[in-house]
């Protein structure tokens, strides 16, 4: 996949879920940063939770962003409090890319 469709079809999930829970639609990712990249990476910050990539999770802050993901992503939690779910191959491709420096003009 070409990283310009990567990066379209990740925001396209990430709006998804931003409108189902009142958030405005973004026009592009904001930019991120390497260090602390769990927390600090364009998707984290856009989707304002925690990317762990090596569980291939999203940890929200809050239960009802996890409820809307699984509902509109077709994914399932990935933890008993419902705070967290498995990743969609475009997130986790989107995230991986970013994390090998990939995607450098999303760098803060």
């Known amino acids: 996949m070409e ?7 990740a ?3 990430v709006n998804a879920v931003r409108r189902e829970i009142g958030e405005p639609p973004l026009e592009s990712f904001p930019p991120g940063s390497l260090e602390d990249a769990d927390s600090r990476c364009p998707l984290a910050k856009a989707m304002t939770a925690l990317v762990i990539l090596r569980e291939r999770r ?11 993901a699984t509902k509109l992503w077709g994914v399932s939690f990935a933890d008993s409090l419902l705070m967290s779910v498995t990743m969609p191959d475009a997130l986790y491709d989107f995230a991986t890319a970013f994390r090998r420096g990939l995607l450098p003009n999303l760098l803060e």
């Open 58 to 68: 999203i940890v929200f802050c809050y239960p009802w962003h996890a409820s809307a």
């Open 11 to 13: 925001l396209r999930l």
């Open 3 to 9: 990283y310009t469709e990567l990066v379209t079809s």
